[in-house]
């Protein structure tokens, strides 16, 4: 009996050895953005292990986002997709706060980059922007626009023609869209029609079920559901933070 408990525990002690020696599995990085020479052998939704590197040309910009943080790579040489990351936690969690969808934003609340305003939070939806938009609820839709002054835009179901005016105070970006005058609902396509009744855009809307609380999952979610807009904005705004790198490891 001794023998055969003994044999047991050799067992499981060796099971456990053998999952120990299991490797573990890379974490991967997804590619937001490229453009140069190499584009279209890293397309942006490309996924690359941390440990994996890229052999990138004269011209090329890479932008892959990790869980660890985001990275700028830029030819021409070979890099470790891994190596030092830029972390943006701040900047991210900023960017995709829910709360400030909730509730209009009063004032001037607009965020400059290079002196061209951009979207200070990737729920809102920009007015000038044609696409699909990802959304976690169609009942607190919030628009935002790059102008001030102020200004009415109209928006319109293409399906039924149900439409509502959304006006902007002078220096207010940001406006509820009042669900019951129009519901969102999703998959069916909208217009976005400009004060001047010339310039439009042109949305659609998918919800996510999901919460993603780090940046490569998100932009995973967002390049399955085709919301390129967003995924844009997600981009450009990390870029910020983290620093080209050119010369290779």
Do not use: H
Request: glycine share 6%.
């Amino acid at each position: 009996m001794f023998s055969d408990r003994l044999k047991r525990n050799f067992a499981a002690l060796a099971l456990a050895g053998a999952a120990l020696a299991l490797p573990v599995a890379a974490m991967a990085g997804v590619v937001v953005k490229s453009t140069g020479p190499s584009s279209t052998k890293y397309p942006v939704g490309t996924k690359i292990d941390d440990n994996a590197s890229i052999t990138l040309k004269a011209g090329d910009v890479v932008t892959v986002l990790t869980a660890q943080g985001t990275r700028v790579i830029k030819g021409a040489g070979t890099f470790r997709v891994g190596d030092r990351p830029q972390v943006a936690a701040d900047r991210f969690a900023s960017l995709t706060r829910k709360r400030a969808a909730t509730r209009v934003r009063t004032g001037a609340v607009r965020d400059v980059t290079d002196g061209i305003p951009t979207n200070p939070n990737l729920w809102y939806v920009d007015v000038t922007r044609s696409g699909t938009i990802c959304l976690y609820d169609l009942a607190t839709v919030r628009l935002w626009r790059p102008a001030t002054g102020i200004s009415t835009y109209r928006m319109f179901n293409r399906e039924n023609g149900a439409s509502v005016d959304v006006t902007f105070d002078d220096t207010v970006t940001v406006a509820a869209l009042d669900p019951a005058r129009l519901p969102i609902v999703e998959g069916v396509p909208y217009n976005i029609t400009g004060p001047d009744n010339a310039s439009s855009a042109q949305v659609n809307f998918v919800l996510l079920a999901d919460d993603y609380e780090t940046p490569d999952a998100l932009a995973e979610a967002l390049i399955a559901k085709g919301c390129s807009v967003q995924l844009e904005s997600l981009a450009a705004s990390l870029e910020e933070s983290a620093p080209a790198e050119e010369v290779a490891p």
